[in-house]
């Protein structure tokens, strides 16, 4: 999937008009001289401050794998979520272009379905490359937080940026022993489809919690909610009272209400 530059912050803004600035070099040159190339990149990254606090700390926040396909006439770099998606990408221009290679070195006349063998089929060995070739690569994508500020539960703002800040865990490929995660603030949440018990389930790991989330007594507060239902809360909330306790204390509570209000006379009889 690709990554759409959000043109709300500054960031995407910026990375909205490096864009136009290198579509206007390829409109004027028709190609991207390297000279021109270096001098607007290097005036557009001089916007930018590469300066971490020391009270930073670095968190990967997931992996994105970096497409980068040429030929005589382009050169293309994208940005994808996944390896598979990338591949998919990669063989669907495969296909497209399947007529240069049909029947050639063994080529067959259709394209394999499998997006993987189209790709290895179309490109042929790396030693046989020449003016078409690609490169797919994944790369760690990093987050700095700020580790001064102290997060609490009472506090909304800090909640707010620590939700903001959550991870996902994706898995890496089937081979991956590993399962679907997010993390908040140290707190693992698993949630995958298991096959054994045929259900989703849910598991919640609390001993890489943030010890500010901590209690007292050093366990951490939980609530889990299914649909509008509240199935499990730690501490537990107080047991309510039997519903004959209840109607017995509103009915009370509705006689009190309607009682005429004594007044006291002040002075004699």
Same mark, same amino acid.
Not at 28 to 39: F, I, L, S
């Given at each position: 999937?690709?990554?759409?530059?959000?043109?709300?912050?500054?960031?995407?803004?910026?990375?909205?008009?490096?864009?136009?600035?290198?579509?206007?070099?390829?409109?004027?040159?028709?190609?991207?001289?390297?000279?021109?190339?270096?001098?607007?990149?290097?005036?557009?990254?001089?916007?930018?401050?590469?300066?971490?606090?020391?009270?930073?700390?670095?968190?990967? !926040?997931? $992996? /994105?794998?970096?497409?980068? *396909?040429?030929?005589?006439? =382009?050169?293309? %770099?994208? @940005?994808?979520?996944?390896? &598979?998606?990338?591949?998919?990408?990669?063989?669907?221009?495969?296909?497209?272009?399947?007529?240069?290679?049909?029947?050639?070195?063994?080529?067959?006349?259709?394209?394999?379905?499998?997006?993987?063998?189209?790709?290895?089929?179309?490109?042929?060995?790396?030693?046989?490359?020449?003016?078409?070739?690609? !490169?797919? $690569? /994944?790369?760690?994508?990093? *987050?700095?937080?700020?580790? =001064?500020?102290? %997060?609490? @539960?009472?506090?909304?703002? &800090?909640?707010?940026?620590?939700?903001?800040?959550?991870?996902?865990?994706?898995?890496?490929?089937?081979?991956?022993?590993?399962?679907?995660?997010?993390?908040?603030?140290?707190?693992?949440?698993?949630?995958?489809?298991?096959?054994?018990?045929?259900?989703?389930?849910?598991?919640?790991?609390?001993?890489?919690?943030?010890?500010?989330?901590?209690?007292?007594?050093?366990?951490?507060?939980?609530?889990?909610?299914?649909?509008?239902?509240?199935?499990?809360?730690?501490?537990?909330?107080?047991?309510?009272?039997?519903?004959?306790?209840?109607?017995?204390?509103?009915?009370?509570?509705?006689?009190?209400?309607?009682?005429?209000?004594?007044?006291?006379?002040?002075?004699?009889?």
């Amino acid at each position: 999937m690709l990554i759409k530059p959000n043109p709300a912050t500054p960031e995407g803004q910026a990375i909205i008009e490096l864009a136009d600035l290198m579509d206007g070099l390829q409109e004027r040159t028709g190609e991207w001289p390297g000279a021109d190339a270096c001098t607007i990149l290097s005036e557009w990254l001089s916007r930018f401050s590469f300066e971490s606090s020391k009270d930073a700390a670095a968190q990967a !926040t997931g $992996r /994105a794998w970096v497409l980068r *396909r040429w030929d005589r006439h =382009s050169d293309e %770099l994208t @940005l994808w979520s996944d390896k &598979a998606s990338a591949l998919a990408a990669l063989a669907q221009h495969a296909r497209s272009c399947w007529d240069d290679v049909a029947g050639k070195n063994g080529a067959p006349y259709r394209p394999p379905a499998d997006d993987r063998t189209a790709v290895d089929v179309y490109y042929g060995p790396v030693e046989d490359r020449c003016d078409e070739d690609y !490169t797919l $690569r /994944a790369y760690d994508v990093l *987050r700095h937080e700020d580790a =001064s500020r102290i %997060l609490s @539960l009472k506090d909304a703002q &800090a909640c707010t940026e620590a939700n903001r800040a959550a991870v996902f865990h994706p898995m890496k490929g089937p081979d991956d022993e590993g399962l679907p995660c997010i993390e908040i603030s140290g707190v693992l949440v698993f949630a995958y489809l298991d096959a054994g018990t045929e259900a989703v389930r849910v598991s919640v790991h609390l001993d890489t919690a943030d010890e500010h989330l901590a209690l007292a007594d050093g366990t951490v507060p939980v609530q889990v909610d299914v649909e509008d239902a509240t199935v499990f809360t730690h501490p537990a909330a107080p047991p309510a009272p039997p519903v004959s306790e209840r109607r017995a204390l509103l009915g009370w509570l509705a006689r009190l209400a309607t009682r005429p209000a004594r007044v006291r006379r002040q002075g004699g009889s």
